[in-house]
């Protein structure tokens, strides 16, 4: 149990560590929350980002919660991922390339009871991450000669949950997150000599308040070591804290609270299963986001719509030959974004390649997923956005409950 006490040491303290870095260099970033954070882990990236339907004793799926309930009453499993991404941004003036990354998750899942499982982790919710300027001049004409535009910061939430298989074909879930963080906005303007000067304003989001998850998983038996697998999942629409700091030239001379909202949300998926050898499936989340208050008002945002499918496939899990126990995984995916630019918003459009690399004791896995994605905007004079992306997560599986006999 070392161990045990180790990784949730670990829990405790990264949540000051992973999310420092900015995993964003979008101008886009300066609208809403930023850019939403992928709720799939490495594994499941891969294959396109489903995970509604997808219930494995292999992997942590937190998308779910229904989900955790499906693990052996024996077993341990720790996963953590990294990203590191590409990005090109193109408008009229040129192509500019940004290169960021950073620890993205961490979380854990084992049994309590039979027929129960418990989740536990650390998961971003949306990144801010942007800089950029030009010349601006005030209507009285004794502005700025230069404003730059910058941002940082985002959210995140830890969370815990719980899974239980009511009968031997339905499983319930519930997932419970605290969400935290801080969104920061800055604008700093320049003059030229002979009376240079430097003025920066900055805006501070800091965001507190609790969310929820609701699932379900339906799964049953359609022949031979087959598997079909049902899930729902639901969010309720939940207010939270967020409190807005403005300072000028660093002092605060202004605090103030404001509304802010996440939206009622809805997702459905399947996967079909045959033991040892293949998955494949698909999932669609629709969130309603003009519903929810953006600093106290509503249709800020625009809802969202997401679409996944993907699989994996396993040549022969049984063989001693590396190469056909490996997980080989790929798919695509939709997105119509929930920000709201003048009135305009854009599609994303992806796709993902992935490899489960199995480790000597056949039972933890180096997951890789190779992701693209394609921004485009619906106002053709906006930015253009291309990512290409490399997750790259290890999970630990073992059987840490076993007790040895000594003969």
């Not at 239980?164 to 519930?174: C, I, K, T």
């Not at 629709?286 to 040549?315: C, H, M, S, T, V």
């Not at 854009?346 to 004791?361: H, Q």
């Not at 053709?380 to 956005?385: A, G, H």
Request: glycine fraction near 10%.
């Amino acid at each position: 149990m070392s161990r045990l006490i180790l990784r949730i040491i670990a829990l405790s303290i990264l949540p000051h560590i992973a999310f420092t870095q900015n995993n964003t260099n979008s101008p886009y970033t300066l609208y809403g929350y930023g850019s939403l954070a992928d709720k799939a882990f490495a594994s499941q990236r891969a294959m396109g980002g489903i995970g509604y339907g997808l219930r494995s004793p292999h992997l942590i799926n937190p998308m779910n919660p229904a989900s955790y309930s499906n693990i052996d009453s024996l077993t341990f499993m720790f996963d953590m991922g990294a990203m590191a991404q590409v990005a090109w941004f193109e408008d009229e003036s040129g192509t500019k390339r940004k290169i960021n990354g950073n620890l993205e998750y961490i979380a854990l899942q084992f049994p309590l009871i039979k027929r129960m499982g418990f989740g536990a982790g650390l998961e971003p919710v949306s990144y801010v991450g942007y800089r950029f300027g030009g010349i601006e001049a005030w209507e009285d004409g004794n502005g700025y000669d230069v404003m730059e535009y910058s941002g940082s910061g985002g959210l995140s939430k830890v969370y815990g949950a719980l899974s239980y298989d009511l009968f031997d074909r339905l499983s319930l879930g519930v997932k419970v997150a605290y969400l935290y963080g801080d969104i920061i906005h800055s604008k700093a303007g320049y003059t030229s000599e002979p009376d240079s000067y430097t003025t920066a304003w900055t805006d501070t989001l800091r965001a507190s308040g609790w969310l929820y998850d609701f699932g379900l998983q339906y799964h049953r038996s359609v022949g031979k070591n087959k598997t079909l697998v049902v899930g729902l999942i639901c969010s309720p629409k939940l207010q939270f804290h967020g409190r807005v700091n403005k300072s000028d030239n660093g002092e605060i001379y202004s605090t103030a609270d404001s509304v802010f909202e996440m939206p009622e949300s809805y997702g459905i998926g399947f996967t079909f299963n045959k033991l040892y050898h293949y998955t494949f499936g698909a999932d669609v989340l629709y969130q309603r986001w003009a519903d929810a208050k953006f600093y106290d008002q509503k249709d800020a945002l625009n809802n969202r719509l997401k679409i996944n499918l993907g699989g994996e496939y396993i040549p022969n899990l049984m063989t001693n030959r590396y190469y056909n126990r490996i997980r080989y995984r790929a798919g695509l995916n939709y997105t119509s974004s929930y920000l709201k630019i003048n009135g305009s918003g854009y599609k994303e459009y992806g796709a993902s390649v992935g490899f489960g690399l199995p480790t000597i004791d056949r039972r933890s896995y180096v997951n890789l997923a190779f992701e693209y994605s394609l921004i485009v905007p619906e106002v053709k004079t906006y930015i253009k956005e291309q990512y290409f992306k490399l997750t790259l997560s290890y999970t630990f599986n073992e059987a840490w409950f076993f007790k040895q006999k000594l003969q």
